[in-house]
């Protein structure tokens, strides 16, 4: 069966599976949103909270669809998730990134690139609750904590051989650490996340680097905040540190890799959906096949489904 | 001629010494310690708000069962007495704690998850503003640890 056709059934069956009994508690928007990446959390960054509406003693789904686009890029991404007694959430996601502008790659150290590349990247996610509950302990500073890992697999299709010139590995697992808390008297949630990744690019680049001095994994920090307007309504904005191991191959800041950001603003209009929107900025995604090396910005929205 | 400049001397003083005092007179404001049960409109308006949220529980086919030998009137005095205490309000809350009121109920996260959105639809229903719902909400959350025996 075909990886795509696969992954559509996965999320069917998921999804019928969570109408069928969507008998779960979570209060609203205490799941978060869906990550780029499939997890719980903000836009860009996961948080410590356990995705779906299922709280303890409960098993929910979620799946989610999402359309990023910038001055030369688009991002679509989907995927779905199971959150286990609030515990435990295992997810699974795609990204397709319309990389159209790498054609000016093509003949690069003798490598073919074919016009109109795509680059796709899954993204198995798993994430654990350890300590703490980010809502309800209020006369405390204890947020909640999770520890999770991200496992991805780029197919950059014809760019393979630009993936194997850079020294780039086409798989990868970022190993991160969460911690969120809810202010509820202030309305105001705060995540910080601290990530251990080899990722070029989030993976879309690949993962590592064969540049000499150049280390392959790094620690990044990521934070959100966040800000009730309403029951239903939360402004917020998001910072992630990113590595940038492969600067300076081809010639300077070809490569050259920026902190993600973006301001959003997430609406619940029932218990079951959200829809985020969000300003977005990339910085320089291989700046070299971008006019004036411009860095990337634009808008990001996402519908999210929730049992 | 000395008492001419002694008299300037001082009215100088004086004249130069007002700035400073008026620099030190504003107090820093503080939240009156009756804010959010003010906020309510004291206990009248937190008697209204009980009594919304205790008959939306007592309907709600989530948590219903819970209430079967409830007597309504009682919970909702009960109630207005612990909020308004809880509030700053001039109440003596003289009910059980909630460690022993729930002891015996099983009450699961999910249970007091259903209550809290009852609690707060009743709030939306009496037009208590959003922020001090929260205000609200951010002292009854952490009874979560006496109340839910199921985990």
Known sequence: MKK???LASAMGLILSTGLAQADTNKLLLTGGVSTIAGSAGGGLTPWAVIGTNATEGEIGV??????????????????????????????????DLNASPTFALNGFAGQAVSPGEH??????????????????????????????????????????????????????????????????GNGLLVNATLRSTNANQNGLLG??????????????????V???????????????????????????????????KDIFIAWAPTKNVSITAAYVDLGRIVSAVTPNQRKQTGYYLSTQLAF | MKNHFLSLGLTCAVLMSAPAMAQTMPAPAMPAPD??????????????VIDNAVDRWMADPRIKPFFKDTVPQRLKFSLTEQVCQLTGGPCAYTGQDMKTAHAAMGVNKAAFNNLVEGLQLAMDAEKIPFTVQNRLLALLAPMNRDIITVR
Do not use: C
């Open chain 1, 4 to 6: 795509t056709t696969l």
């Open chain 1, 62 to 95: 979620s799946a989610y669809a999402s359309r990023a686009k910038t001055q030369d890029y688009s991002l679509n991404g989907y995927g779905v998730a199971i959150g286990i007694h609030d515990r435990v959430e295992v997810s699974l996601a795609r990204q």
């Open chain 1, 119 to 184: 680059i796709k990247m899954d993204v198995l996610g798993l994430k654990v609750k350890v300590a703490g509950d980010a809502v309800l302990n209020s006369d405390s500073w204890m947020p909640q904590i999770a520890v999770g890992l991200e496992h991805k697999r780029v197919d950059p299709g014809s760019l393979q051989g630009i993936f194997t010139v850079l020294g780039v590995k086409d798989s990868g697992t970022d190993f991160y650490v969460s911690a969120t808390k809810l202010f509820l």
């Open chain 1, 207 to 224: 993962f590592g680097s064969a540049m000499p001095g150049k280390n392959s994994r790094s620690l990044q920090p990521e934070f959100s």
């Open chain 1, 226 to 260: 966040a800000y009730l307007l309403s029951k239903n309504v939360a402004i917020g904005a998001e910072y992630r540190f990113k590595p940038n191991n492969l600067q300076p191959h081809l010639s300077g800041s070809a490569l050259a890799e920026d902190d993600w």
């Open chain 2, 35 to 48: 804010a959010l049960y003010q906020s309510f409109g004291q206990k009248a308006g937190i008697a209204k």
